[in-house]
């Protein structure tokens, strides 16, 4: 896969972003998240959820905190009822949704637990780029070559 240039936001800062699609059964949603190699799962906007129909009484729900130190309500659906898709790439989204405030500057999350655990990521940092490429648990290509 090849190398992806950091986006802008609307605040003008440049941020490794990537658009993935949300599944769930014949729906699907596509969003915006930065891909955050310090996120331990991924974590959503409880809209999208909504928007696939999913019944936030039927979600798993505890306490968490975000990175703001802001408690949250975690919502959570069993593994297996959503996927995640990059690109051609399709996987189980194993990751969290939250309630976004109005007004709060944040970001949807892709994190280790599901998208890095598909993928080879590689920020340069210096250049606002960042490689996505299959981990060797999904080979392509000739990618099994030994040296």
Do not use: C
Not at 134 to 146: I, V
């Amino acid at each position: 896969m090849p190398w992806y240039k950091y986006s802008v936001t609307p605040n003008g800062h440049r941020q490794p972003l990537v658009a993935v699609r949300l599944l769930h059964g014949n729906r699907q949603v596509q969003l915006v998240a930065v891909v955050d190699s310090g996120a331990e799962t991924s974590l959503l906007n409880i809209e999208y959820a909504d928007l696939l129909g999913l019944d936030r009484n039927d979600a798993t729900k505890k306490e968490g905190r975000v990175a703001s130190g802001d408690e949250v309500t975690v919502y959570r659906w069993p593994d297996g009822l959503l996927e995640l898709q990059f690109e051609a790439h399709r996987f189980a989204f194993a990751g969290s949704f939250i309630e976004f405030p109005p007004t709060a500057d944040s970001d949807n999350l892709m994190g280790r637990r599901d998208f890095f655990s598909q993928f080879i990521v590689q920020f340069w940092d210096a250049k606002r780029l960042m490689n996505i490429d299959l981990s060797p648990d999904h080979p392509h290509g000739d990618a099994t070559t030994e040296i």
